[in-house]
T-cell receptor
Framework: KQEVTQIPAALSVPEGENLVLNCSFT??????LQWFRQDPGKGLTSLLL?????REQTSGRLNASLDKSSGRSTLYIAASQPGDSATYLC???????????FGQGTELSVKP | SAVISQKPSRDICQRGTSLTIQCQVD?????MFWYRQQPGQSLTLIAT?????????ESGFVIDKFPISRPNLTFSTLTVSNMSPEDSSIYLC?????????FGSGTRLTVV
């Protein structure tokens, strides 16, 4: 069964801190991995996409990595800001055009 | 990346009634996906909608409850029928884009 687990479920950090969000998956035969951000009651904003052949992707203060052998992906956020407060979701796709399988999300709060 | 316009953004409905949610994409796409996010939960795929054919529903979701239309390659609707308070959720549409999946802004439905 293809399952995705995100740890921690919630995280509160002071502004300026670097942080890591974790995502683990049971089936390593992924097609790609995508990280999303969701503000309360809103839709999803795509942050980063990693293809199965890639190890990491970077966008600004965000860096996502993928290690298929260990079944893990991490999202690194540098110099966190209050505006980063949101729920972060990882999602896996197992074939081209196929559905996304989501983790439960990590609710991040960055305190000024 | 594709841009999706989803409406309504939110609604409060009486139990027993139906609500139709619309998604308009600014480019032609083969498949559109409909997700449900129950309070405090992650996203669950309801169905996949291809233009010109019947939607494919995931386990636990049926056409009578969630009829879907896909009249052309840029538009789709999801109807939540005979609503009960358990249908209170955020509903989101999604399409596969070049750089991963793009989501609409979501419809926050409250059934009273």
């Amino acid at each position: 069964k293809q399952e995705v687990t995100q740890i921690p479920a919630a995280l509160s950090v002071p502004e300026g801190e670097n942080l890591v969000l974790n995502c683990s998956f049971t089936d390593s035969a992924i097609y790609n991995l995508q990280w999303f951000r969701q503000d309360p009651g809103k839709g999803l904003t795509s942050l980063l996409l990693i293809q199965s052949s890639q190890r990491e992707q970077t966008s600004g203060r965000l860096n996502a990595s993928l290690d298929k052998s260990s079944g893990r992906s991490t999202l690194y956020i540098a110099a966190s800001q209050p505006g980063d407060s949101a729920t972060y979701l990882c999602a896996f796709q197992y074939n081209q055009g196929g559905k996304l399988i989501f983790g439960q999300g990590t609710e991040l709060s960055v305190k000024p | 990346s594709a841009v999706i316009s989803q409406k309504p953004s939110r609604d409060i409905c009486q139990r027993g009634t139906s609500l139709t949610i619309q998604c308009q994409v600014d480019s032609q796409v083969t498949m559109m996906f409909w997700y449900r996010q129950q309070p405090g939960q992650s996203l669950t795929l309801i169905a996949t909608a291809n233009q010109g054919s019947e939607a494919t529903y995931e386990s636990g979701f049926v056409i009578d409850k969630f009829p879907i239309s896909r009249p052309n390659l840029t538009f789709s609707t999801l109807t939540v029928s005979n609503m009960s308070p358990e249908d209170s959720s955020i509903y989101l549409c999604s399409v596969a884009a070049v750089y991963g999946y793009t989501f609409g802004s979501g419809t926050r439905l409250t059934v009273v």
